[in-house]
């Protein structure tokens, strides 16, 4: 398993979900005058800042690997997994249990469908798309807004705006689901008995 800085922040991305999601089980004592929201929402943010830096950096300095190929979406969707369950139970997203389904739906079936296309020799045929980076950046957006779940600079209405990004979010990881599906359509046709 290679190990550079790269991996050394995604590794890190990794350690800050159950940070993320802890503050709102931590005594109010232990957090002091910082809300769980604005503790929540920062470390989202802080793991989201790496989630680009790593991508920069390894490419910046060639570190790029099979293995952070692997990690990388692999801590982004725990990260996004984890907060919206945290959403689910505290705080009032409407129809955030259909956000959520939608969201990690899409997430298990193009793993999936990512990991059979690698098995037959095809994984180019699913890369990233330019659809799934604005769906992923609406995301980033939308669920620290919905965590800290405050006015903002006075004028921002954080609910208000990420519910709009994260349903904007969820209707992206739709439509690249079915790009996706698309894309790969012949190939499953084709191979269709190599799918048991």
């Known amino acids: 398993m290679p190990f550079n ?3 050394l922040l995604t590794w890190l991305r990794v350690a800050l979900i159950p940070l993320v999601m802890g503050v709102f ?5 232990w957090l002091g005058p910082v ?15 790496t989630d680009w ?6 490419r910046r300095w060639d570190q ?8 990388d979406p692999v801590a982004d969707k725990l990260m996004v997994a984890g907060a919206l369950l945290v959403l689910m ?6 129809y955030i249990a259909i956000i959520a389904f939608i969201i990690i739906g899409r997430e298990i079936t193009i793993s999936a469908l990512r990991e059979w296309m690698a098995q037959i020799g095809a994984s180019k045929s699913v890369a990233v798309s330019s ?3 604005i769906k992923t950046a609406a995301q980033m957006t939308a669920i620290p807004m919905l965590l800290f779940d405050k006015i903002l ?4 209405d954080t609910h208000y705006w990420g519910q709009l990004l994260l349903w904007w979010a969820a209707a992206l990881t739709l439509w690249s689901m079915l790009y996706y599906l698309r894309k790969a359509w012949p190939l499953i046709k084709e191979n269709s008995g190599h799918l048991n």
């Open 153 to 156: 600079f006075g004028v921002i």
């Open 25 to 29: 089980y931590l005594p109010k004592a």
């Open 131 to 133: 659809i799934g980076k």
């Open 5 to 7: 800085f790269p991996i």
């Open 89 to 94: 139970e505290f705080r009032q997203v409407d």
């Open 64 to 71: 790029t690997s099979a293995f952070g190929a692997f990690l």
């Open 35 to 49: 809300e769980p929201g604005i503790a929540a929402a920062a470390v989202f943010v802080v793991a989201a800042v």
């Open 53 to 58: 830096f790593d991508g920069f950096l390894a």
